[in-house]
């Protein structure tokens, strides 16, 4: 005969109408309410997305944002529970995002089809609780430690390689920040791909790292349980801030290294105030952004953004094109000159300071993304300023805008 339960439990009515959150309240710090109240960036929706994901689904967090570029490939669905085979060429973003929803339809999701470092404006980053990143390259890490510092957001970190993986927590301004933890190697590593930049889309599908479902459950694990903490950060739990929690899968060993923050770290820069400004990147003039900035600031004021774009591109054959994107969009087809074959030039700028010739273009015609902060300096003194009438165009699918600094 089998027994269903032990004899010292008595099921009561109560039991069976429990809410669907009743055992995670059992937890003493918990509080549901704030996982309700989160609004939780998902960068990379691969191995380790899915389940950090399926981990947000399950808890209830309120506000999931997934942000991924990728289409999902038959080789996805061994790491990925989200995907099914008949999801196959659909957007990894999208697909995870209903999945979420399916498994908890108290949740919101919403999914970003874009490139993390160049389509996601710092507003974005501004107004989610933190960021969870399933990534697997330095480059993307780098952008996402940069915005989050900028608008002191902590981040979370997760990678994996075979059986292996860690996981590590950044909390601006303070403690060491992802830029602090990279060595020589990672330096070489990212200004070779920088320095080939314009790479060809088959050369940058070259360095797949080979993963497993099984080291991004303990990876992606361990970076839910960290932000659960940092929801509940008045309750003095211990958390992996400044620091990495390396798992061995061969072994099971595991163990937790600190980090030293770099005092001359390029990544920390805070911005102390940011003027809500009722722009749009589709709808801003240069010459209008220039002249809003110069009446705060003064004539002598300049407009900053935080990334280099193109400007015009020049052969020496004489043929001009319009490029006008941020410099690390850019391909190696988008340099060809189509009339000699040859590699042209391009000139790029990262400021404007009201003599430019191409003012008459919006800020998101020359690649500033939805809800960007730029900067308008006058010698060493500068201050923020969002687009953000864009607020809408991504949170409006959301209930509310999200928690802001
Ligand atoms: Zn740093
Ligand atoms: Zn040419």
């Not at 020589?184 to 314009?198: G, M, Q, T, Y």
């Not at 969009?329 to 590699?343: D, F, M, P, V, Y």
């Not at 902060?373 to 864009?390: N, P």
């Amino acid at each position: 005969m089998l027994t269903i339960m032990s004899d010292n439990i008595e099921l009561t009515e109560n039991d069976f109408t429990e809410d669907r959150y009743a055992r995670l309240r059992l937890i003493t710090w918990w509080e549901q309410e704030r996982i309700r109240d989160a609004t939780i960036m998902v960068v990379g929706a691969g191995a380790i997305g899915n389940e950090l994901i399926k981990d947000l689904a399950l808890l209830g967090v309120g506000r999931i944002l997934v942000v991924d570029m990728d289409s999902i490939e038959n080789s996805n669905l061994t790491r990925s529970v989200l995907f099914r085979a008949k999801d196959v060429g659909r957007f990894k973003a999208e697909v995870a995002a209903e999945r979420a929803i399916e498994m908890n339809p108290d949740i919101k999701a919403k999914a970003l089809t874009l490139n993390i470092i160049d389509d996601i404006g710092l507003g974005v980053f501004r107004r989610v609780s933190l960021v969870l990143g399933g990534l697997d390259n330095r480059e993307a890490r780098l952008a996402i430690n940069q915005s989050c510092y900028k608008v002191n957001k902590p981040w979370i970190d997760g990678a994996i390689e075979v059986l292996n993986g860690f996981a590590r927590v950044f909390t601006p301004p303070d403690g060491a920040c992802y830029e602090c933890t990279m060595t020589e190697i990672d330096w070489k590593l990212i200004n070779k791909r920088k320095s080939c930049a314009l790479l060809t889309n088959e050369q940058m599908a070259e360095g797949k790292i080979p993963t497993t479902p099984t080291s991004s459950a303990v990876i992606a694990g361990v970076q839910v349980q960290e932000m659960l903490k940092l929801l509940h950060s008045d309750r003095n739990l211990p958390t992996l801030a400044g620091k990495c929690y390396v798992f061995n899968g061969l072994t099971h060993d595991s163990y937790v290294v600190e980090y030293q923050r770099k005092p001359d770290c390029m990544s920390h820069d805070t911005y102390e105030s940011i003027s809500e400004m009722p722009w749009s990147v589709h709808s801003l003039t240069l010459a209008e952004l220039v002249r809003d900035v110069k009446t705060d600031l003064g004539e002598n004021a300049v407009v900053d953004f935080d990334r280099d774009f193109a400007s015009d591109a020049v052969c020496s054959c004489g043929e001009r094109k319009e490029l006008f994107a941020p410099i690390h969009s850019l391909r190696a087809e988008n340099i060809l000159c189509h009339k000699c074959g040859a590699t042209m030039n391009f000139e790029r700028f990262h400021s404007l300071d009201g003599t430019e010739a191409f003012l008459d273009k919006t800020a998101g015609e020359i690649g500033v993304p939805p809800l960007h902060i730029v900067s308008g300096r006058v010698g060493t003194t500068s201050k923020h300023y969002e687009f953000s009438a864009d607020e809408a165009e991504i949170f409006s699918d959301f209930n509310q805008g999200g928690q802001r600094q």
